[in-house]
């Protein structure tokens, strides 16, 4: 079956402007989650819906940033007035349900010049 | 703080030479364990789930074990294309997010 789906896979911005990332989990996945991914490093946590709800965006690093998943199924993150530290591969993942594992999407590769 | 620390951050294995890849943890209150493997330019790949100390997984040459401190990823007579990134990572009591460690970068040459 399709697994995890995510686009663009590359996106350049400039510096001040918004993007907006798409993901489209597995289908019938209620849970889905957003990572950060540094060059070298191991992705981190951003933010978790299960279903429409978010109920954890401790991770999102600043109020420029901003996730919604408005039916429960597809979800967009937005990033107001990128910076350059925004540079990174955003990951979407999905589970079927709470405390399953989870399935990634191929990411968006960010780069802010 | 909940920390995943993997070790080593590379590590280059002849064909057919075995290994383990050491993943350690220090968490409040551990709800799974996970590996998963990531290709260059590709999102991770789940790999294998281990809940509890003494538990064992395995998948074609790769066997994962846990303990209450670690976990490892063993790799038997390994071939080129398990050539990859391994990623560990926790699922804290309470969270439903994934913490990483930083992950082994494994080069296999035939």
């Known amino acids: 079956g399709a697994g995890v789906s995510q686009s663009p896979r590359y996106k350049v911005a400039k510096r001040g402007q918004d993007v907006a990332l798409r993901c489209d989990p597995i289908?019938?996945?209620?849970?889905l989650f957003w990572y950060q991914q540094a060059l070298g490093q191991g992705p981190e946590f951003l933010t978790y819906?299960?279903?429409?709800?978010?109920?954890?965006k401790s991770g999102l690093p600043s109020d420029r940033f901003f996730a919604e998943r408005p039916e429960g199924s597809v979800s967009t993150l937005k990033i107001q007035r990128t910076q350059q530290e925004d540079s990174a591969v955003y990951l979407c993942?999905?589970?079927?349900?709470?405390?399953?594992?989870?399935?990634f999407g191929p990411g968006t590769r960010l780069t802010v010049t | 703080e909940d920390q995943v620390t993997q070790s080593p951050e590379a590590l280059r294995l002849q064909e057919g030479e075995s290994s383990s890849l050491n993943c350690s943890y220090t968490?409040?209150?551990?709800?799974?364990l996970f590996w998963y493997r990531q290709d260059p330019g590709k999102g991770p790949e789940f790999l294998f789930t281990?809940?509890?100390a003494g538990e064992e997984k395995e998948k074609e040459r790769l066997k994962a074990t846990l303990t209450k401190k670690e976990s490892f990823l063993h790799i038997t007579a390994p071939k080129p294309e398990d050539s990859a990134t391994y990623l560990c990572?926790?699922?804290?009591?309470?969270?439903?997010?994934?913490?990483f460690g930083t992950g082994t970068r494994l080069l296999v040459s035939p």
């Open positions: 993942a999905s589970s079927l349900e709470r405390e399953y594992e989870q399935y």
């Open positions: 990572a926790v699922r804290v009591t309470g969270f439903q997010k994934l913490v």
């Open positions: 819906f299960q279903n429409e709800a978010q109920l954890d």
């Open positions: 968490v409040s209150g551990l709800r799974g």
């Open positions: 281990l809940y509890s």
């Open positions: 289908s019938g996945h209620v849970s």
